[in-house]
């Protein structure tokens, strides 16, 4: 396989939209559960685990950046056949489509175990799974540039809702986010590394590069969108703590939906119901990138047509997502998924980036001698 | 190609067909519950309801027994020919007597239910809740119990203070340790007219004791941000303005003032550590709507002596009630949550402020500026 990707002009995209490519995918339902999956260790601190976070997330980014900027233009699969040869490379590869394949399930079943618990406790999970994977297939037969397309319409459409946390944020009560700077510094980071399900996603980054036409102006829309939804994180956890008493907070499976669940106005009087409907929008562009990287990745490292795979994986998704399970093995799931990401996404850049730069010395020096 | 084009939307179409569906006209939407014991460790739950049916929606109950509230529910199922849904109860009662043993158990299902509204309003009965949601039956108020009371407790809330006591508020309030939850009371009078009649205090879940109605305001006042657009009325004692008055209206004894408040904001310090002290300065604003009495109001001498009574009268009152939440060991000013703000804690553990709350000291600043009298003195 070519570890330079060869991109035709035609399908390539202007950085730009890598902002909304980065936001849809770290968009999604980690983001529901993320105020009660962060608080237990640093408690009223997790605003400052939040910023760790984030600042943890720049330097990753950055990391990544330095890796892919010693290729001409080359994607994650391409470099690692190109630093640990075809058999390993091939099979961290595979890691990689996994750990796709797994997000996307657990985003799935996340999002059906939503609908069954707020509108239709008795809908077959595969209207759901299916009426998803329709629109993904349908998408991303349109191709790399209908994706962002989806991506950049999405985004405007959903992140309007977060408009209306202004209702809970006007009652909120201030005295239970204070006191700062109490908790421990294990604490912190340990609150900062439960922030990871709501921020996986950055590795897309990994996978769009080669697609960028203009590289050079890269930097500045990647750091707004992991700003951005740092920013988002941060604010709901803030509204959440300040509406919830101290001590329920952690038992609260979606804190952010249930946050909807005051509002109400004179013409319509369930806001929540359609919060939970309209976050359909937030999961469609990010199971379409996953299900994209999935596909590609397929294509990449075994040469299977993408328009083959498509269909074949979309059965499988709609298969496994049938069996509905209980709220514990999806919640195992998003462990699992979030520990495979926090190792793949968080750690292992820092790995990588030494051995690109011994390999790039190795074949300078042979190249002169 | 045109194939797969329009492929999605078949299927889009056909899988609509498996959604569940509710129609309007076969459902009971209940607007308002209440709970209380009955015999056999059993709860009775009463419901208020429309149906759609007739061409007129009318208010009905329906009562149900059961060890659960969704128990109650479907043995209350059993007798309407309608599903009863809670999606939008706007109101919920408990019956005094759950309220004394607590009420954590009978709220669960409002906190676990995704179905049910976080800003329905929480009330108690003075009796119970079924007596008094049934009093619709014969009483003057016309249509609906559950939003008649839920309108008399939002209107009577400008700015979402008490009696407007939502349900994630109190569900809040109930597990902090450094705050205790109030809670109206209503109760008929003769004529079967529900009123709001006082105040409950609770230590947690468990109803303790009742104020009267009218310490509304000093807890209002003592509510975050600022408050304004109340209505109370207040007696003074006429000897202190003696020498501004004429001969003949010297022996009355009392005048009474309503006032309008205009603007109020508090702000609560601790200012000493032992004994554990807390500052708390009010400011109020206010414009006399009505007086009753002999009062010169164009001296500026008079206006200013008025302000200094009611900065006393206001004082004594919220000294008194201090006395009384000190007695009662309960905490409903959240003067906890300062306390555990002030020693750095992220939480406070349950017996901390329990044990702390009776000995501290409490002082109040009052500072009331009268802006206007109205269009006449």
């Known amino acids: 396989m070519d570890i330079n990707v060869q991109v035709k002009p035609s399908i390539q995209i202007r950085a730009f939209y890598l902002y909304f490519i980065i936001t849809s995918t770290q968009f999604g339902v980690g983001i529901l559960e993320a105020p009660a999956a962060i608080f237990p260790f640093a408690k009223q601190d997790v605003l400052i685990s939040i910023l760790i976070a984030y600042a943890y997330m720049m330097i990753v980014l950055f990391v990544m950046l330095l890796i892919l900027k010693q290729y001409k233009n080359a994607d994650i699969f391409g470099i690692q056949v190109d630093l640990f040869g075809k058999w390993i490379g091939k099979l961290i590869g595979i890691v990689w489509l996994a750990y796709f394949s797994i997000s996307l399930v657990s985003i799935l079943m996340r999002y059906i175990e939503i609908i069954m618990v707020f509108l239709y406790p008795a809908l077959p999970p595969f209207v759901t799974t299916s009426l998803l994977m329709a629109l993904t297939v349908y998408c991303i037969l349109g191709g790399f540039r209908t994706i962002v397309g989806v991506c950049f319409l999405f985004f405007f459409l959903t992140q309007v809702v977060f408009i209306l946390l202004y209702h809970p944020m006007m009652n909120l009560e201030f005295d239970r986010i204070l006191p700062i700077f109490q908790a421990s510094i294990p604490d912190l980071l340990k609150s900062a590394r439960e922030t990871t399900y709501s921020f996986l996603g950055l590795e897309v980054f990994f996978l769009v590069y080669p697609f960028v036409s203009n590289k050079q102006n890269l930097k500045k829309p990647a750091i707004l969108a992991l700003s951005y939804s740092a920013f988002v994180v941060l604010m709901t956890t803030i509204i959440s703590i300040g509406y919830f008493s101290l001590h329920t907070i952690e038992g609260i499976s979606y804190p952010v939906l249930t946050l909807f669940r005051g509002i109400a106005y004179p013409f319509i009087e369930r806001l929540d119901y359609i919060i939970v409907v309209e976050w359909m929008m937030v999961i469609l562009p990010n199971c379409i990138i996953l299900y994209w990287s999935i596909t590609y990745g397929l294509k990449r490292l075994f040469s299977i047509p993408q328009r083959k795979s498509l269909y074949i994986i979309a059965f499988v998704v709609i298969v496994v997502t049938s069996f509905y399970q209980s709220k514990q093995v999806i919640d195992k799931m998003i462990d699992i998924v979030s520990q495979i990401g926090f190792w793949l996404i968080f750690v292992y850049p820092f790995v990588l980036l030494p051995i690109v730069f011994i390999k790039k010395r190795y074949k300078k020096g042979r190249g002169t001698s | ?377």
């Not at chain 2, 739950?45 to 208010?59: G, Q, R, S």
């Open chain 2, 1 to 377: 190609m045109i194939f797969k084009q329009i492929l999605p939307f078949p299927i889009l179409v056909i899988l609509v067909g498996c959604v569940q569906t509710y129609h309007i006209e076969e459902l009971a939407i209940v607007t308002a519950s209440g709970t209380d014991f009955a015999e056999n460790d059993q709860i009775e739950e009463t419901f208020v309801y429309f149906d759609f049916e007739e061409k007129k929606a009318l208010p009905k109950i329906v009562t149900g027994k059961g060890t659960t509230i969704v128990g109650a529910a479907m043995d209350a199922r059993l007798k309407v020919k309608f599903r009863l849904i809670p999606d939008k109860m706007q109101l919920k009662m408990y019956g005094s007597e759950v309220a004394k043993q607590g009420l954590t158990p009978y709220i669960d299902m409002l906190s676990r239910d995704p179905k049910q509204i976080d800003d329905m309003a929480i009330v108690l009965s003075e009796t119970t809740a079924k007596e008094l949601l049934e009093s619709q039956e014969n009483s003057p108020i016309e249509g609906d119990i559950g939003q008649h009371l839920e309108e008399i407790i939002k209107k009577n809330s400008p700015n979402n203070e008490f009696p407007y006591v939502p349900l994630n508020r109190f569900l809040a309030e109930i597990e902090d340790h450094g705050i205790d939850p109030i809670l109206p009371i209503f109760s008929t009078d003769e004529k079967n007219t529900p009123k709001i009649t006082s105040i409950a205090l609770f230590r947690d879940d468990k109803f303790i004791d009742k104020l009267p109605v009218k310490d509304m305001l000093l807890f209002n006042l003592l509510e975050k941000g600022t408050v304004k657009n109340h209505r109370f009325e207040i007696s003074l004692p006429i000897e202190p303005f003696n020498k501004f008055l004429k001969e003949e209206h010297t022996e009355l004894k009392h005048v009474s003032i309503s006032f309008e408040l205009i603007k109020g904001n508090n702000t609560t310090q601790i200012v000493k550590d032992d004994p554990l002290t807390f500052q708390t300065n009010i400011n109020m604003d206010l414009s006399i709507v009505e007086l009753i009495g002999p009062m010169p109001l164009k001296n500026p001498e008079v206006v200013n002596l008025m302000e200094k009574e009611i900065e006393k009268q206001f004082t004594t009152r919220y000294e008194k009630l201090i006395e009384t939440l000190q007695e009662l060991n309960v905490d409903p000013i959240g003067l906890g949550n300062k306390y555990r703000i002030h020693q750095r804690k992220q939480v406070l553990t349950k017996t901390e402020w329990r044990d702390q709350f009776p000995n501290v000291d409490v002082k109040f600043d009052i500072n009331v500026t009268i802006l206007d009298y109205g269009v006449h003195s």
